[in-house]
């Protein structure tokens, strides 16, 4: 079952803030960001693990509430190569073959 | 270091015809191959995935089909295209599903007509 994400979409300006959420009705055993920009494959930002371990690659952040199977992603002090959509994936316990991606968030990032 | 193919980059095909798409990954063994489709403007459907060589399994039954001839290419087939399945078409690898990172090949954006 595919993950729920909002908002579906924000508008910041450079600086700003935002928070992306994602949740689950299944217990997870990771969720993983991506960030797409337009007219190019998905690009890995972060995974968390049930545990609490949490590996990325950028200076964004998230959190990963393992009794709710809920993650948030936050960007913070947007620039404006944060532009793009966000996604989701989570494995799930009774599937853990399979990342099943959320819809996705798009962010613009104004000057 | 490991790097993931698909080809071609880009396809205009009319409807009813056939389809092959071809996936390729070096610098691993043993990955685990995954098809997914974007549609325009939409999220990632997970199509077919792949634990072994000549192991596939079906997400959305559909008019496609997905093979694993070696361990390290994955291909997406179809015997009569249909104007739904225009999209992007991406490939992706992991090691481990559930705790490593799935990375992504460029894609192939599909137009059927």
């Known amino acids: 079952q595919q993950p729920v994400q909002s908002p579906q979409a924000v508008i910041l300006r450079e600086g700003e803030d935002a928070v992306i959420n994602c949740s689950s009705s299944?217990?997870?055993?990771?969720v993983h960001w991506y960030r797409q920009k337009h007219g190019e494959a998905p690009v890995f930002l972060m995974i968390?693990?049930?545990?609490?371990e949490q590996k990325g690659h950028e200076k964004i952040s998230a959190s990963f509430n393992e009794k709710k199977q809920q993650s948030s992603l936050y960007l913070t002090a947007s620039q404006l190569s944060y532009s793009g959509t966000y996604f989701c994936?989570?494995?799930?316990?009774?599937?853990?073959?399979?990342?099943?991606f959320g819809s996705g968030t798009r962010l613009l990032v104004r000057p | 270091s490991q790097t993931i193919h698909q080809w071609p980059a880009t396809l205009v095909q009319p409807v009813g015809s056939p389809l092959s798409l071809e996936c390729t990954v070096e610098g691993t063994s043993n990955p685990n191959l995954y098809w997914y489709r974007q549609a325009a403007g939409r999220g990632l459907q997970l199509l077919f995935y792949?634990?072994?060589?000549?192991?596939i399994s079906s997400e959305v039954p559909q008019n496609l089909s997905a093979s694993r001839p070696q361990d390290r290419q994955f291909i997406l087939s179809s015997k009569k295209l249909l104007l739904s399945d225009s999209g992007f078409y991406l490939c992706?690898?992991?090691?481990?599903?559930?705790?490593?990172?799935?990375?992504f090949g460029p894609g192939t954006r599909l137009t059927v007509l």
């Open positions: 299944k217990a997870l055993y990771s």
């Open positions: 968390l693990l049930k545990g609490g």
């Open positions: 994936g989570t494995v799930s316990m009774d599937s853990s073959y399979k990342l099943i």
């Open positions: 992706a690898w992991v090691r481990v599903t559930s705790t490593d990172t799935q990375y």
């Open positions: 792949s634990v072994g060589i000549g192991q």
